[in-house]
């Protein structure tokens, strides 16, 4: 039995499985239509490791495949008024699997804007079991959740489409601003813990 040879075949997979989630987060910046905002230079390595420039295809070849966790932090440039920061956060989990997907807004009280751009932006990101059907859903069950934070001060909530679970987390910071959290996570149960069907159902 060859178990060299099968270590490194497990690696190559494994490093693979790291270079498409790289890469499947490095094309949703460009696949989320948010004008509003500049992304700096995308980090060929994620956090929390800091890798010098020579040393980044021995760490690619002898270190990724290997991580336990890990997560690119997407700190993005506002360029419009009424944006005062947008932050995306991706994170793995061993296997690299994919964990959450957060989507940061502080901005001005605007529900419809906050509920269409952080809908498209979870709708870009194509994760598993995603439905072009669920985006109108998802935009009303995020609108409906910043209204109600603007009038009540602090929203948090759920909500469930197909495999994908969204918690809402929304607080009015000042007259004008508010900060709105969204996090996706992969889930096999409804709501109420019941097991999903094949298709995603309840």
Request: overall charge neutral.
């Amino acid at each position: 039995m060859d178990l060299r040879g099968r270590k490194r075949r497990q690696a190559g997979e494994l490093r693979a499985k790291y270079i498409a989630n790289r890469e499947k987060v490095r094309s949703w910046r460009t696949s989320w239509d948010c004008p509003e905002v500049e992304w700096p230079r995308f980090p060929h390595v994620p956090s929390p490791w800091l890798v010098r420039p020579d040393e980044q295809d021995r760490w690619l070849k002898h270190t990724a495949p290997h991580m336990d966790a890990y997560e690119w932090v997407l700190p993005a440039r506002p360029l419009a008024q009424g944006i005062s920061e947008l932050q995306a956060r991706w994170a793995f989990h061993q296997g690299h699997e994919f964990e959450s997907l957060t989507i940061r807004f502080r901005s001005v009280l605007d529900p419809d804007y906050l509920a269409e751009k952080i809908a498209l932006g979870i709708h870009a990101a194509a994760l598993k079991g995603w439905r072009d059907d669920d985006l109108h859903s998802l935009y009303d069950w995020l609108r409906e959740g910043v209204t109600h934070c603007t009038n009540s001060g602090r929203v948090t909530g759920t909500h469930r489409s197909g495999f994908l679970l969204f918690k809402i987390t929304c607080a009015i910071v000042s007259r004008t601003e508010m900060i709105t959290e969204v996090r996706t996570t992969l889930t096999d149960t409804s709501l109420d813990g019941a097991p999903l069907h094949a298709d995603g159902s309840s």
